[in-house]
T-cell receptor, first 112, second 115 residues
Framework: DSGVTQTPKHLITATGQRVTLRCSPR?????VYWYQQSLDQGLQFLIQ???????AKGNILERFSAQQFPDLHSELNLSSLELGDSALYFC???????????FGPGTRLLVL | DQQVKQNSPSLSVQEGRISILNCDYT??????FLWYKKYPAEGPTFLIS?????DKNEDGRFTVFLNKSAKHLSLHIVPSQPGDSAVYFC??????????????FGKGTKLSVKP
């Protein structure tokens, strides 16, 4: 158990809908990262937050957004969902942003 | 354009023997490398890391070697155990594209350790 929690574990929705994925980092970690793992793909970095502020952006679509709240939990919002958004979404956390990242169990999203 | 490459999608090893997983990278700005293990339906689990100022790091049965001139790293598992069967991801980070924290992953190598 990495100490990073993600909810929900599974999510099934329809095209065009909007969903919110939630992540709670390990106690004491200030940085949160979101990654996407599609079929046959490695993990792709989406976005990083550090202590409530966006720090880095990767291959994140404009339909996707994220935020980190004062209690340091983070939410990833996915809107106007398409079939290709079906993937595993992982959250990771680290103390500051320069060290090892610890991953949560992931949310499996299926868009029908 | 893959910056971190794991060219072997799978590897099969006999229990008790050495497993060697390889990883190549293209960007010389990477300064920290990590290996993660992933079981189905779980998140990646951190295994071992190495800074670019070192060429070897050891933790129990796991050793990571870094060859900067060749832009190559490898993970050695000795002795291999059936419980090591999983997908292993190589990851790198550094001051790339203005970001210094996010990890860039290879596509993984599926290790099967046979009893």
């Amino acid at each position: 158990d990495s100490g990073v929690t993600q909810t929900p574990k599974h999510l099934i929705t329809a095209t065009g809908q909007r969903v919110t994925l939630r992540c709670s980092p390990r106690s004491g970690d200030l940085s949160v990262y979101w990654y996407q793992q599609s079929l046959d793909q490695g993990l792709q970095f989406l976005i990083q937050y550090y202590n409530g502020e966006e720090r880095a952006k990767g291959n994140i679509l404009e339909r996707f957004s994220a935020q980190q709240f004062p209690d340091l939990h983070s939410e990833l919002n996915l809107s106007s969902l398409e079939l290709g958004d079906s993937a595993l979404y992982f959250c990771a956390s680290s103390v500051y942003g320069e060290e090892t990242q610890y991953f949560g169990p992931g949310t499996r999203l299926l868009v029908l | 354009d893959q910056q971190v490459k794991q060219n072997s999608p799978s590897l099969s090893v006999q229990e008790g023997r050495i497993s060697i997983l390889n990883c190549d990278y293209t960007n010389s700005m990477f300064d920290y490398f990590l290996w993660y293990k992933k079981y189905p339906a779980e998140g990646p689990t951190f295994l071992i890391s190495i800074s670019s100022i070192k060429d070897k790091n050891e933790d129990g049965r796991f050793t990571v070697f870094l060859n900067k001139s060749a832009k190559h790293l490898s993970l050695h598992i000795v002795p291999s155990q059936p419980g090591d069967s999983a997908v292993y991801f190589c990851a790198a980070k550094g001051r790339v594209g203005g970001s210094q924290g996010n990890l860039i992953f290879g596509k993984g190598t599926k290790l099967s350790v046979k009893p």
